[in-house]
Every structure is written in C-alpha cells, then in structure tokens.
C-alpha cells in the first residue's frame, strides 16, 4: 500500500529534519518521545505500585526532599531496585498516592518531575545515578565473559529505569551554573559508561542503546556547543574552536584548550577507545539494515527497546493483576 502522511506530521517532519542540518539541539517534548517508549508505561505501573517502600512513601509525615534523599541512599543497598522505582514514580507518576508530597501548586507531572531532578540534583544524585549506571553494565559485561544469561528482564528494568532517571536529571537541570562542570566530572564517568554500554550493545541485546544513544548526543552537545555553521569550510568546528586552531601549528602534542580536542585525547588509548566505538556504531549500522541469516545471532534486536517491558509483565504476571 502508499503510505501516506499527514500534513501535521510532514511538517513535524521537514522541522525536525531542519534542525538537525542546521546543527542545532531543541531540549523540547519531541525530545522525550524520543527518549520514552509508550510501552514503558509497563514498567510507571509497576514503579507506582510496588509495596516493598509503601512504609515510606505512605507515611503522613513524608517529606519530599527527605524522602528523595533517603531513596539515593539507598541505590548503594540491597533496596536499590526499590529505591529507584519510587524515585522514578516520583518523578513521572500523577497518581494520587504522592500527592501528600507535593504542594497544590506542583500537581501536573511536569512540575513534579521538575522539582524532584531539582532536590536530586543538588544532594548529588548525578554523581550516585551515574555510579549506578556503570555499576550494572559493568554486571552485565560480567555475565557474559563468565558465558551466563546477559542480562534478564529484572536487571534490564533497573537499567531502564535508573537512565530514565539520569536523562530526567539533565533535562531539568541543564540551566543550573554548575551543571556542565557536574556532568563531565571524571567521577559521574558519564563519558565511560556511554561507551562502554555502546561497545557492549554489540554482543547483548538487552543494552537500550537508544537511551544509551541520546544521551550521548546531550551529552556531547553540552560539552561541545553548538556547531557553526556561517564558516562553510569549517562547518564540523564550533567558532571558539576554529579560531583557537586558525594559524598554529599540528597540535597532537600541545596541551588542549578545547573541549572537542581533549575528548578525543581522553579516549585514544583508554579501555573502550574512541575508535573501537566507531567501529561498534558502523556494524550496529550494518546489522541493523542488512541482518545476516542466523536470527539467533546476539546483540541486535530492532523490537527489544519496546518489547523488553512486556516480558517483565510475563515474567512478573503476578504484579499486573490490575493493569
């Protein structure tokens, strides 16, 4: 059959397409479509309803920055799946159970997921939700070197959530003074997990590397910048960067005064280095379009991002009675 688009969609379209030739970067709503999955809907109700902190969350004198610090604490504990699916029901969930933790002022899931990335941020949750990021798929690479399951539908939630959490965590808190020094301090190693969870979605399907993905494009636009484009013949170099490069001489063995140069020193010769992820990205590419015949080969699933949820309702069938 044709396929047809609407005019809504095609103009949507042509838009979105625009801004990506013009190298620009819009932290707007079609952002977190892209980002979320409708099918993660799964994984909201099973945050919201998950007992095992109900104590916590349930009680009358609950307070909401005490409640989301105590929930970080616990992300170093055996509680830590607990903990981060009440801070991510927290974050996203409307329903009337947190409503005693927020003010009538803060009832629209925006403005609630606003103020609590705002209370996480400035208790450190940067630094502990990215320590959780690299932690699991670091238990992931694990598995399998010692020839295990992967991952299973339990961990592959954990590590949904918990990146949820970290891209809620830069889009609400992109504008604060600190924030570019906080996401790109060596101890967040926002930049090692990145990769090392591009690397790893090569041989393990259950890496969602889609959020893995996006959050590298953020990342990479906040500590670089916009590019500009009016220099045709530099148009790959931001300003700063062309006019730093503009008459000097080879600079391989010349302290780095920019942020893209330093980057690529960083990850010339580290565990997951820069051109080995390249490598990663363009077979990603190519398996991708042009699958080989053998369709249990690992690593490459195009439905495993939005599916992932509905096996954990099989998995788990007894916590989805009511959905």
């Known amino acids: 059959k044709k396929k047809t688009t609407t005019p809504s969609n095609t103009k949507k ?6 801004a990506a030739a013009s190298g620009s970067f819009d932290f707007d709503e079609n952002l977190l479509d892209q980002f979320f999955s409708y099918s993660e809907d799964v994984d909201l109700y099973r945050c919201v309803h998950d007992g095992r902190l109900s104590n916590l969350v349930m009680a009358e004198d609950a307070c909401l920055e005490e409640l989301a610090v105590l929930m970080l604490e616990m992300l170093d504990s055996e509680r ?54 690299y932690n699991m798929l670091n238990r992931l690479a694990n598995r399998e070197k010692a020839e295990e399951s992967p991952g299973d539908c339990q961990l592959e939630f954990e590590i949904r959530l918990t990146l949820n959490m970290l891209f809620l965590l830069i889009f609400y808190n992109r504008h604060e003074e600190d924030f570019r020094d906080q996401i790109s301090d060596p101890f967040c190693n926002v930049e090692g997990f990145l990769l ?4 790893l979605s090569l041989d393990i399907q259950v890496i969602p590397i889609k959020k893995i993905a ?50 690529y020193k960083r990850h010339m010769t580290k565990e997951n280095p820069l051109p080995h992820i390249v490598v990663v990205g363009l077979l990603r590419v190519l398996l991708t379009t042009c699958p080989n015949a053998v369709r249990s080969s690992p690593g490459i699933d195009l439905n495993r991002e939005w599916t992932s949820p509905f096996l954990l309702l099989q998995e788990f069938p007894d916590e989805f009675v009511d959905y």
């Open 13 to 18: 379209k042509k838009k979105t397409m625009a």
């Open 80 to 133: 830590a799946a607990s903990a981060i699916s009440v801070l991510y029901a927290m974050c996203v969930s409307s329903d009337e159970k947190f409503n005693h933790l927020f003010d009538p002022g803060h009832s629209s899931p925006d403005e609630r997921a606003r103020l609590t990335c705002k209370i996480l941020y400035h208790n450190g949750g940067m630094l502990v939700i990215c320590q959780n990021v």
């Open 196 to 199: 090392l969870g591009i690397k």
């Open 214 to 263: 996006i959050i590298m494009r953020v990342y990479l636009y906040i500590l670089f910048g916009e590019v500009d484009k009016s220099n045709k013949k530099h148009s790959h170099l931001t300003k700063e960067i062309y006019d730093s490069l503009e008459g000097e001489e080879p600079r391989f063995h010349i302290k780095s005064p920019t942020p893209t140069e330093a980057f």
